[in-house]
């Protein structure tokens, strides 16, 4: 998928600052609790299964399953037009966190559920890198 | 938990025209829904003493309670706007329960309507389509909204093996039950084959999987059941009532095959002393025909996985096991945003007073409802019944 933009950039905040930034370096980062060694993601000022506040930022394999998908027909807006049919999917992070994004590189009719994806990031302006997984 | 029980009852319910209703505001509907209650209730304005109502996408106020209170001039002692997406009908009516329970007021108008149909600009509408989501973690994937309920079924299909034909079912059976009904949208009987030949929105869901866009009201008078007899109509009781929230973003949900509409269903019950096999119509919220499967999962009526073959053969239709959604539902009757599931209230209301006419289903004593909003997010389940209990 190109980036033009008219597409939804996001625009960080103090609390996912750090996500961004590790994007930017086409890393993907998650949170980690040190005390109870829970991961999340998304960012969050304390750990959701302790509730401890000392939640790290650590780097994530980068590698997931699909747990579920839809091949979009209709885009949301003109914006993701000339990008269908495309693959809107949730992935669970071998680490446990689950989260939103695009399944790229494969037709979308090949995606499956539990298929083994990794991350790889779209560049779409200076500061915002966006993470897509793609079949590994 | 069974404070609620029997405490309050409806004895107001009314609809305004709905589908499109260009000549009318989105103000307009809401006052036009209060009023139609009233007169079903046979009371004035100035016997109601607390107002809820819903937030309007279309012509939203900050204080909007207010701002119908003042429209109206109504001067009500206790006034509350909710929104919990498609799940506001109901948790207003649990709020509108307690407040009337512990005395705080006598007598609940609630108001909602919307015309997002016939009162949004085009730029407008495309911000009710798009602002769906995470801005920063759901958005930049371009998801639609019927892509989100497509997680859900993909997921369900992948888990239980549930079929496109048996998602179309629940259109079918709405758009039987609508052709019954006057009032409704859409009016066209519809075969199994004509959902799955509709264009696919987003895999594996059709456009006629998915729900409708229009205007219209409704409005319902609640007060305590003691009260209850004194008025117009035969009131309908509050047997059960209870909700459950699991999250806001979907791509945060615990589980995409089981929601909270689990938890809501049981402290509903739990509150009526009633189970699935006690009801006799259910009026279940159905943005894209995944949900009514799943929620016929959680709310018992069949086990965990079964609701695709639960809606084949015409059960969920007039004349069989579990006739639901016999105005026609969000799918055919009408969908106007939040307040889609208060029509299912005056529906539940008119069939257990047994004003149906040709949809109505013969000796309907106990009714469920139940809504659900956000992307499976927030629940509420309601249990009306034609006898106190
Ligand atoms: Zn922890």
Redesign the pocket.
């Known amino acids: 998928m190109a980036a033009p933009a008219s597409k939804p950039v996001p625009v960080p905040t103090r609390e996912t600052q750090p996500y961004w930034e590790g994007c930017k370096q086409h890393e993907l980062r998650i949170q980690k609790?040190p005390?109870?060694g829970?991961h999340q993601f998304y960012p969050r000022l304390y750990?959701t299964?302790?509730m401890?506040d000392r939640v790290e930022w650590v780097k994530a394999s980068g590698r997931g399953k699909v747990l579920s998908f839809t091949i979009v027909y209709r885009p949301v807006t003109q914006a993701f037009a000339a990008d269908v049919p495309y693959v809107v999917a949730l992935i669970t992070l071998d680490e446990g966190p689950q989260l939103m994004s695009n399944v790229v590189g494969c037709p979308p009719e090949k995606v499956q559920i539990g298929m083994p994806v990794e991350v790889t990031f779209e560049d779409w302006t200076e500061d915002i890198s966006v993470p897509k997984f793609k079949p590994v | 938990m069974e404070s609620l029980r029997s405490q309050v009852a409806i004895v107001g319910a009314a609809d305004t025209e709905v589908g499109v209703v260009p000549h009318l505001s989105a103000t307009q509907l809401y006052v036009k829904a209060a009023k139609l209650a009233l007169e079903d209730a046979g009371i004035t304005k100035e016997q109601v003493d607390g107002l809820i109502t819903c937030t309007s996408f279309v012509e939203p106020y900050m204080y909007h309670a207010e701002m119908i209170a003042e429209y109206m001039q109504i001067f009500p002692r206790y006034c509350l706007n909710v929104a919990t997406g498609g799940g506001t009908t109901l948790a207003i009516m649990h709020h509108a329960a307690s407040a009337i329970a512990t005395g705080v007021c006598n007598t609940v108008l609630i108001t909602m309507a919307d015309n997002m149909l016939s009162g949004l600009s085009r730029d407008r509408a495309i911000e009710a389509m798009s602002t769906a989501g995470h801005a920063q973690f759901e958005r930049p994937y371009g998801p639609p909204i019927p892509g989100f309920y497509a997680l859900i079924a993909q997921a369900h299909m992948h888990a239980y093996g549930t079929t496109s034909e048996q998602l179309a079912a629940v259109a079918v059976a709405c758009r039987k039950h609508a052709s019954l009904n006057p009032a409704a949208q859409m009016r066209q009987p519809i075969t199994i084959d004509d959902v799955l030949n509709s264009k696919m929105i987003a895999h594996p869901l059709h456009l006629l999987d998915c729900s409708l866009v229009s205007d219209g009201g409704a409005a319902v008078v609640m007060t305590s059941a003691e009260r209850a007899k004194d008025f117009k109509n035969r009131p309908v009781y509050m047997l059960g009532v209870g909700e459950g929230h699991s999250h806001e973003h979907i791509s945060q949900a615990r589980s995409l095959t089981t929601s909270a509409a689990k938890e809501a269903g049981e402290r509903a019950y739990a509150m009526a002393g009633l189970g699935p096999k006690d009801i006799d119509v259910a009026e279940l919220y159905d943005c894209f025909t995944p949900v009514v499967i799943i929620e016929l999962e959680d709310l018992g009526f069949c086990p965990k996985g079964e609701g695709g073959r639960f809606v084949e053969g015409g059960r969920i239709e007039l004349g069989g096991e579990l006739p639901l959604n016999t105005h026609g539902g969000l799918m055919s009757h009408c969908h106007p945003g939040h307040p889609g599931s208060l029509f299912s209230i005056t529906e539940a209301v008119h069939q257990l007073r047994g004003e149906c006419g040709p949809r109505q289903v013969k000796e309907a004593e106990i009714a469920l409802v139940h809504g659900q909003g956000g992307i499976m997010s927030t629940h509420c389940s309601m249990i009306l019944g034609k006898e106190r209990g």
């Open positions: 609790c005390a109870c829970h750990c299964a302790c401890s």
